[in-house]
């Protein structure tokens, strides 16, 4: 039965797809992964996991946190599907995970950290259980192996469509000269604005946005997510973002300038004020990720306290 069926089971307890090749009836598999669209569930035996590695695990952790609070649908109007692989000892206890993966549809899949053979193992269940997705996201040998592994299940093809690093913030050192102006949180007043830099973003690096620009805009502006850099005469001309805290991390996302006003250290103040403030917080993490394509951005964060944890990437499917 495929979970995305209504009918579809929501427990942890048993595989989702029992007669798969990849079920652990042999005692030398990869484990058994085990599929629910229950969050509460997923959290209960996941929770730890993703805990214990929340530099690694910053997508899911703050992508879950973002389900948990504002609903199931905040990124499409299909239920989320959740994966665990391992998790064998009692319920909450976070004993024996060894990855997960999560997929928001009409997104693709996100994986945690996984060997070839369990990469296999996933593709195989996913495959045997009707599921098709666009493409899948994951640190960058995690990724090429599963995309290859369900190239072996489905005849799927795939191509590399984003390459990223994760960046770790060490000792902040905000630009100096800072550019004129100052830092303000962005609130209510600027919804059209988020509104239309928060599309434009997502047009920027080649996809549409991830969820409704108006809903968006409101969620962050309810945390005080958004600070712009604006002129001496109030102008807002960039905009650095967090992502709540989650298990001691914060992520810096998404950072934007107007094509027109580049090159000029906006983003790299914004930036570097929503950092100190994450650092404020108390924040043990302050994290972000950069498109590899762009060594502006790379060389930029660097400059201002940031280094290099590891390499993701996207693959689109054919």
Known sequence: MSPDSPDSPDSLDSPDSPD?????DSPDGPGEWRLTHDLD????RAGDFLASRPALHTVPLTVVDSLRRRGPHVYGDEDPVFGVLGGDAPAGT???VRAVFFRTPPHGIYLTSLTAQEADALAGTLAAAGHRFPGVSADRDTAAAFARAWQRRTGSGSRVTVRQRLYRLAELTPPAPAPAGRARVADASDRDLLVRWYEEFSAQVGGHPVQD????????VSYGGITFWETPDGVPVAMAGVTPEVAGQIRVAPVYTPAELRGRGYAGAATAEVSRAALASGAAEVLLF?????PTSNGLYQRIGYRPVADFAVHEFA
């Not at 569930?41 to 209960?44: E, G, I, S």
């Open 213 to 220: 620009g108006g809903a968006w805009a409101d969620s962050r």
């Open 41 to 44: 569930a997923f959290l209960d």
């Open 94 to 96: 976070g004993g024996g």
């Open 20 to 24: 798969s090749p990849d079920s652990p």
């Open 290 to 294: 950069t498109d590899l394509s762009n």
